[in-house]
């Protein structure tokens, strides 16, 4: 490995240690009451701080900017934060949950001269503002940059380096790359199947006592909380509102994501490895199978109408997956290349066994609950998402296939036949069939539903007019409302179909 610049190495410690942070932040913070947490979470900000701005300009200048007002305020900002701890005071604490982020920021702002305006100016709290709020956001590709500077070829793999050293460290990179995103996915498929989640639970002591759903809050909030940290201190270290102080590293700016091959295939097949253990789990729900592998105390019903959004959302991921497997891979030789193509295919092939797990269960939790247009569309969405991903199948093995082109033809396709399956009409009639099969039926929902339902709940009507006599004020409603405009400008079919069922 090459012996980095040393600015660089600062920002790299800088960016690790705003991501320490943000994982004893969220430790601190989520599922607790403010107490002493609040103290604690002020100090490691401040640790964290007076770390990145010294020699402020570049890593080499003497840490300039002192100012006496700002170093006032280290005594309100110390007395605000231990108030939690002496006080109870509902009014206040929740009062200081923006006095204590306020006087921080024009704090900082004021130490490192980010502002060059005075204190007891309006202007320079609109600076503080921008700097705290808006600024840090056109630094967010910064830290993902400065990763990339130091960890991708000719950075983290070193050319002096023997073949299996080089191969391994590639193979490291590729686990340490897959490692957090996979721990969401396992945490969202886990959610999306209780039989997998039983499976993991097999294994001692993989999450403690985290929660699916707390894992992955926390999970986020850390992330949120070093990525926000790591941005604030760049703009303060390299941005003064209305001048420019210096401009970060310009070899930061020309760095291009192109994976090391090695390393990307380490991270597929990672993913691979835990699709293919869920999607068996999907083939033996499929075929009923699942029934007989449930954790005890859990009914097949429940199990199989649930976790449909969970196995979308992963779907999604994977398509972001695919898509940075062919387009951010450095391509090196036809072995690897193979490879690459072949874990792609894989990962495609386990996508769409999901998708079709989420549209099966789908399908069962709407013979459960009812037909909505939310669930419909989730429908249509998972159809889309399907051929998308049979569009990078046929890019994935022929390369001057255009998925741009692909992509915007099915969506403009897609869009257009949604129009056109008229959903309000399929919601009445599969509402309608399920109460002729389990006399089940909501007539709060039915209410909302456009003209286009009208033939569909008249039918319904005739068939169970004893049953069902509240639908008829319903009927009424929909119809009185679509001919309520007569004029010949506001015709339309559905208006004129109300007219001839209303005659």
């Known amino acids: 490995m090459r012996d980095p610049a040393p600015w660089q190495r600062r920002y790299e410690r800088i960016a690790l240690l705003s991501l320490l942070f943000g994982l004893i932040s969220q430790y601190l913070m989520i599922g607790h009451s403010f107490g002493i947490n609040v103290p604690l979470f002020v100090a490691l900000f401040y640790g964290l701080y007076f770390y990145a701005v010294q020699g402020r300009i570049g890593g080499f200048d003497q840490w300039r900017g002192q100012s006496k007002s700002g170093w006032l305020l280290c005594l309100?900002?110390?007395?605000?934060?231990?108030?939690?701890?002496?006080?109870?005071?509902?009014?206040?604490?929740?009062?200081?949950?923006?006095?204590?982020?306020?006087?921080?920021?024009?704090?900082?702002v004021l130490l490192t001269r980010s502002s060059?305006?005075?204190?007891?100016?309006?202007?320079?709290?609109?600076?503080?503002?921008?700097?705290?709020?808006?600024?840090?956001?056109?630094?967010?590709?910064?830290?993902?940059e400065l990763f990339a500077s130091r960890f991708l070829p000719n950075g983290f793999i070193s050319e002096a380096s023997s073949p299996a050293v080089s191969r391994a460290r590639r193979i490291v990179l590729?686990?340490?790359?897959?490692?957090?995103?996979?721990?969401?996915?396992?945490?969202?498929?886990?959610?999306?199947?209780?039989?997998?989640?039983s499976l993991l639970n097999r294994i001692p002591s993989l999450f403690g006592d985290v929660s699916i759903g707390n894992g992955i809050v926390r999970l986020i909030a850390a992330f949120a909380i070093a990525l926000y940290a790591f941005c604030y201190l760049w703009t303060l270290l390299f941005r003064r509102t209305g001048e420019q102080l210096q401009t970060p590293p310009a070899r930061l700016a020309k760095v291009r994501f192109l994976f090391d091959p090695i390393t990307a295939e380490t991270l597929l097949i990672c993913f691979n490895l835990v699709y293919l253990v869920f999607a068996a789990i999907q083939f033996s729900y499929l075929f009923g199978a699942a029934?007989?592998?449930?954790?005890?105390?859990?009914?097949?019903?429940?199990?199989?109408?649930?976790?449909?959004?969970?196995?979308?959302?992963?779907?999604?991921?994977?398509?972001?997956?695919?898509?940075?497997?062919?387009?951010?891979?450095?391509?090196?030789?036809?072995?690897?290349?193979?490879?690459?193509?072949?874990?792609?295919?894989?990962?495609?092939?386990?996508?769409?066994?999901?998708?079709?797990?989420?549209?099966?269960?789908?399908?069962?939790?709407?013979?459960?609950?009812?037909?909505?247009?939310?669930?419909?569309?989730?429908?249509?969405?998972?159809?889309?998402?399907?051929?998308?991903?049979?569009?990078?199948?046929?890019?994935?093995?022929?390369?001057?296939?255009?998925?741009?082109?692909a992509y915007i033809g099915l969506a403009v396709a897609a869009y257009v036949v949604m129009n056109y399956i008229n959903i309000d009409a399929i919601i009445a009639e599969q509402n309608s069939i399920r109460y002729s099969s389990t006399g089940k039926i909501d007539l709060e929902y039915l209410k909302t539903l456009s003209p286009d339902a009208l033939p569909a709940l008249v039918k319904l009507q005739k068939e169970h007019q004893n049953d069902l006599p509240a639908l008829t004020p319903i009927i009424d409603s929909i119809r009185n409302a679509a001919i309520e405009h007569g004029s010949w400008q506001s015709w339309s079919w559905p208006q004129q179909r109300a007219r001839d069922i209303d005659d």
């Open 76 to 108: 309100p900002i110390a007395l605000l934060s231990l108030t939690y701890v002496l006080f109870a005071n509902t009014l206040f604490q929740s009062l200081n949950i923006v006095v204590l982020p306020a006087l921080a920021a024009a704090q900082t």
């Open 116 to 144: 060059a305006k005075p204190w007891y100016r309006a202007a320079f709290y609109h600076d503080v503002l921008y700097v705290a709020i808006f600024k840090p956001i056109t630094y967010i590709s910064v830290p993902f």
């Open 174 to 197: 590729g686990l340490l790359l897959a490692a957090p995103l996979l721990l969401i996915v396992i945490l969202l498929l886990a959610s999306a199947d209780s039989i997998f989640q």
């Open 291 to 405: 029934s007989g592998l449930l954790p005890e105390g859990a009914a097949y019903a429940d199990y199989a109408r649930q976790g449909f959004a969970q196995l979308v959302v992963v779907s999604i991921i994977n398509l972001g997956l695919l898509l940075g497997g062919l387009h951010l891979v450095k391509r090196e030789g036809q072995t690897a290349e193979t490879v690459r193509k072949i874990s792609l295919s894989l990962l495609v092939g386990c996508t769409i066994v999901m998708l079709v797990s989420a549209f099966s269960r789908l399908q069962l939790y709407e013979q459960a609950y009812g037909f909505t247009q939310t669930r419909l569309l989730v429908h249509g969405f998972m159809l889309f998402l399907g051929l998308v991903l049979l569009m990078s199948l046929i890019r994935i093995w022929r390369e001057h296939f255009s998925l741009a082109k």
